[in-house]
């Protein structure tokens, strides 16, 4: 049997599954036939769920059933939604519904990704020249310094000294980059939540963490209470989705206020400050007219629209001053370099 929790599939492999699944189920063809065809052409991991799913079905278990096997695919959210629609037969119009959840999940992660995509490969490329000068360029020139017998200013002597440094004990520098890219990982692998709260609490980015904790929390709510889930149920599955402790704990403390006999509003009210008050003013309004999905929908569109603008704030904010400091530390190691040399030109017109 295979190992269903080892089991991974795209992005847009998930997309393909869910929206043919939905579409020919609107069609009215039954979910045997369904999978039957989507097997013809599937490979890789999406075969593995379809053929565990043809089998689930020919023994009479549910799609949902099925679908929890295999969990880094279909998360609690999602295994759930699909098992609501089940028993309010409701399949095909929720399969469209995550299609485009799941759509634009994707597009949101994206937007992430690629925001910091520029920085980190201005700091690749910086730490790559600095490491090329430091290895292959500086210790030919410091050669050359030395056989001229140059005084060299304090700026190049410390250039020359970490190149040493490092030409000298590559081994140990190797071990020692190695060592600590280990340790991350371990503690990264052993200690996650530790180190994600960390990373986390960095100034710029908690701000930004924090808006995209309310937009997934309030688009999985979203999905849920339009499935029909309890909004207890549904609450407690969208501590799953968040990533910080302390939108998890706000998210725990919403349920028990529900449970206490009191709103979702009251809820979220209890931690003003943190939750934006255009999130609590909908969410009422919603709570008011019996539409509270639609407004989780609204709130969680625009929520999506913050984090962009933000990102390309910040991005924009990142990238000048990076390119700043790349600037300063390339400039100045290279006029470690020139100095010198203008210094012993000097003394070479002197003495003529």
């Given at each position: ?25 609107t ?64 399949l ?17 992660n ?9 920085p ?33 200013p304090?700026?190049?002597r ?24 280990l ?29 995209i ?5 309030s ?15 549904a ?14 704990k ?10 206490g ?26 709570e ?7 407004s ?26 990076m ?14 370099i ?15």
């Amino acid at each position: 049997m295979a190992d269903y929790l080892k089991v991974t599939i795209s992005a847009s492999e998930k997309i393909s599954l869910v929206g043919n699944m939905a579409t020919m189920l609107t069609a009215g063809i039954p979910i045997l036939e369904i999978v039957n065809s989507l097997l013809e052409d599937s490979k890789g991991g999406q075969k593995e769920i379809l053929t565990a799913l043809r089998d689930d079905i020919n023994q009479g278990k549910q799609i949902h059933a099925s679908f929890a096997k295999f969990p880094r695919v279909f998360d609690k959210v999602t295994v759930n939604v699909i098992k609501a629609s089940e028993e309010a037969g409701t399949l095909e119009v929720t399969l469209n519904d995550l299609k485009e959840t799941i759509r634009k999940e994707i597009e949101f992660n994206d937007k992430v990704r690629s925001s910091f995509l520029y920085p980190a490969f201005i700091g690749v490329t910086f730490v790559g020249i600095l490491l090329l000068n430091l290895f292959f360029v500086i210790p030919k020139i410091a050669v050359v310094f030395k056989n001229l017998r140059v005084d060299l200013p304090i700026p190049t002597r410390i250039l020359i000294f970490l190149s040493d440094l490092l030409t000298q004990n590559t081994l140990w520098v190797a071990l020692g980059i190695g060592g600590t890219i280990l340790g991350i990982y371990l503690l990264f692998h052993f200690k996650r939540n530790f180190v994600l709260g960390i990373f986390f609490s960095l100034p710029l980015i908690s701000n930004v963490v924090k808006l995209i904790d309310l937009t997934r929390f309030s688009r999985s709510l979203y999905l849920l209470l339009y499935s029909g889930l309890p909004i207890t149920e549904a609450l407690e599955l969208t501590t799953d989705v968040v990533s910080t402790r302390r939108m998890s704990k706000i998210v725990e403390n919403c349920k028990e206020t529900i449970m206490g006999g009191k709103k979702l509003s009251d809820g979220l009210r209890s931690s003003q400050g943190y939750i934006p008050i255009i999130m609590i003013k909908l969410i009422e309004a919603g709570e008011k007219t019996g539409t509270l999905d639609k407004s989780m929908l609204e709130i969680s569109e625009y929520f999506d629209y913050t984090v962009t603008n933000t990102l390309k704030n910040l991005t924009t904010l990142i990238e000048p001053v990076m390119l700043v400091l790349v600037g300063i530390v390339v400039g100045g190691m290279m006029l470690s370099i020139i100095a010198p040399i203008y210094g012993l030109i000097s003394q070479v017109g002197s003495v003529r």
